[in-house]
């Protein structure tokens, strides 16, 4: 399943109009965080949320007409006091502001939707849209009337192993608006009759990720079992930045794990960056239980970052 973004980049390739709804601030209850997405085609054709299904209606309509004039943004706000939003069911007890871009064919979006594995902000001010291409430091001041949106790059998940675990997991990974990823030498487990064939990769997980180093946006799942496999998957995730790196198995399986690691030359403090055993401790039992324990953590370490 892909994100809001991923669809937006799709569509932009076939050079389709859209807008680019973005909640700019929220307040009290809000269901949605600054810098939630939601991406509108036409009337009936959207992607992504601003607010959980509240204001939904009256934002498309925003869009709409922004799509048919000739400003670049429009600036939108929905709360309990707002008799447009009440229209429309905003009954949280929250505010939000929430920003349109107009999004079409043009050299800055071209340089935006080519960067999507690590996008560069924007910095939307009344009708006028800039590409950043390195975030703003944190003692730069920004003048209120600027917003800069930094969108979120789409994430990946690695799976190291093609069990039965990793096919529990990625239905609970694409409900999320995550990828995933299947890595597994062993054909007769990888394969797409278990798994999508866009989600396998059929090698030995060192060699891949030796040309494929994983970045902030990625994460390391190693479930395989074998510590041919695990272990070399874990020795290079170490090299690279994953926001994630988990191994299945007990505390008895991972300290040996840790001494094997440690022969091959990873430092004490790279070893800690390894969740196991892996997942929240929410007395799981069973592969599915144990999978959602996987993306409770997952999910909690990534909103961490």
């Known amino acids: 399943m892909l994100s809001p973004l991923e669809h937006a980049q799709q569509y932009y390739r076939t050079a389709t109009p859209m807008v680019l709804a973005v909640v700019s601030h929220s307040y009290s209850s809000a269901p949605c965080p600054v810098g939630s997405l939601m991406v509108i085609i036409n009337q009936q054709l ?8 509240c204001v939904e209606g009256a934002v498309i309509e925003e869009a709409m007409a922004l799509l048919g004039q000739n400003n670049l943004t429009k600036q939108l706000h929905y709360g309990i006091s707002n008799a447009r939003a009440w229209e429309y069911g905003l009954a949280c007890g929250g505010e939000i502001d929430i920003i349109l ?13 080519a960067q999507l594995h690590q996008p560069p902000a924007l910095l939307v001010s009344d009708n006028n849209i800039k590409l950043i291409g390195e975030l703003l ?11 800069v949106w930094r969108a979120q ?21 694409a409900q999320n608006h995550w990828q995933a990823r299947v890595i597994d ?43 041919k496999i695990d272990d070399e998957a874990l020795f290079h995730g170490l090299q690279g930045t994953p926001f994630y790196i988990g191994a299945l198995g007990g505390k008895k399986t991972h300290l040996a794990r840790m001494e094997r690691l440690s022969k091959m030359g990873v430092s004490a403090q790279l070893l800690q960056k390894i969740h196991a055993p892996i997942g929240l401790d929410i007395h799981s039992q069973g592969p599915l239980e144990i999978a959602i324990s996987i993306m409770a953590q997952l999910i909690k370490i990534y909103h961490e970052i």
């Open 46 to 53: 959207f992607y992504g949320s601003v607010s959980g299904g």
């Open 101 to 113: 871009i107009k999004c079409q064919k043009s050299p800055l979006f071209d340089a935006f939707f």
């Open 185 to 227: 030498p062993r054909a007769a487990f990888n394969n797409d009759g278990r798994f999508p064939a866009s989600q396998i990769i059929l090698e030995y997980p060192g060699d891949y990720f030796a040309q494929n180093p994983l970045k902030p946006s990625h994460a390391l799942v190693c479930l395989s079992h074998d510590s």
């Open 153 to 173: 790059a789409p994430v990946i998940l690695y799976l190291v192993g093609a069990v039965h675990m990793a096919q529990i997991l990625l239905p609970l990974i």
């Open 137 to 147: 430091g944190p003692n730069q001041a920004v003048p209120q009337n600027i917003f």
